[in-house]
């Protein structure tokens, strides 16, 4: 099974995106993948059906597919500058109902270790954002240079 961590944020001018894909080969309870291990306050673990049954979720779909990380580049950036964070926890969506639980904006808690700790996450969000890029990009780079090394070997051969 193949599950997407679906994300709406909390800011206006962010749409919502998809912040990991996952396959699974059982088909099991989604509270116990690894997309709920890794999806945050803000997501809901949906499969690529469902995400076609909405125009919204959708446009994530096509984004995610084109590796288009640009709605999670720009929420994160609002973030760090607002200080912002959602407060609902995740939701997972069943067969039955259509629409993700809605949520309210958030502030940073006032406890000062909690507070540590929302902010040390994010930094963590941020490193593994950058690596992830990285990773994309040397991954394209490496089957670029696969497909012009079996041109010359089709060349030659």
Same mark, same amino acid.
């Given at each position: 099974?193949?599950?997407?961590?679906?994300?709406?944020?909390d800011e206006?001018?962010v749409?919502?995106?998809?912040?990991?894909?996952?396959?699974?080969?059982?088909?099991?309870?989604?509270?116990?993948?690894?997309?709920?291990?890794?999806?945050?306050?803000?997501?809901?673990?949906?499969?690529r059906?469902?995400?076609?049954?909405?125009?919204?979720?959708?446009?994530?779909l096509?984004?995610?597919?084109?590796?288009?990380?640009?709605?999670?580049?720009? $929420? !994160?950036? =609002?973030?760090? %500058?607002?200080? *912002?964070?959602? @407060?609902?926890?995740?939701?997972?969506?069943?067969?039955?109902? /259509?629409?993700?639980?809605?949520?309210?904006?958030?502030r940073?808690?006032?406890?000062?270790?909690?507070? $540590? !700790?929302? =902010?040390?996450? %994010?930094?963590? *969000?941020?490193? @593994?954002?950058?690596?992830?890029?990285?990773?994309?990009?040397? /991954?394209?780079?490496?089957?670029?240079?696969?497909?012009?090394?079996?041109?010359?070997?089709?060349?030659?051969?």
């Amino acid at each position: 099974m193949r599950y997407y961590v679906y994300c709406e944020s909390d800011e206006p001018l962010v749409e919502p995106f998809i912040l990991a894909e996952v396959v699974r080969d059982i088909d099991d309870d989604r509270s116990l993948s690894l997309a709920a291990a890794i999806a945050g306050p803000r997501a809901c673990i949906l499969t690529r059906r469902e995400l076609l049954q909405s125009p919204e979720r959708r446009a994530a779909l096509d984004a995610w597919d084109a590796r288009d990380d640009s709605m999670f580049e720009t $929420e !994160t950036h =609002l973030l760090t %500058r607002t200080g *912002r964070v959602g @407060t609902v926890r995740l939701h997972v969506v069943d067969e039955n109902e /259509r629409e993700p639980m809605k949520r309210s904006a958030g502030r940073l808690p006032l406890d000062r270790r909690m507070r $540590e !700790t929302v =902010l040390m996450a %994010r930094g963590l *969000r941020e490193v @593994t954002r950058q690596i992830t890029q990285r990773a994309r990009a040397l /991954r394209v780079e490496l089957h670029e240079q696969l497909r012009e090394e079996k041109k010359v070997g089709d060349q030659v051969g």
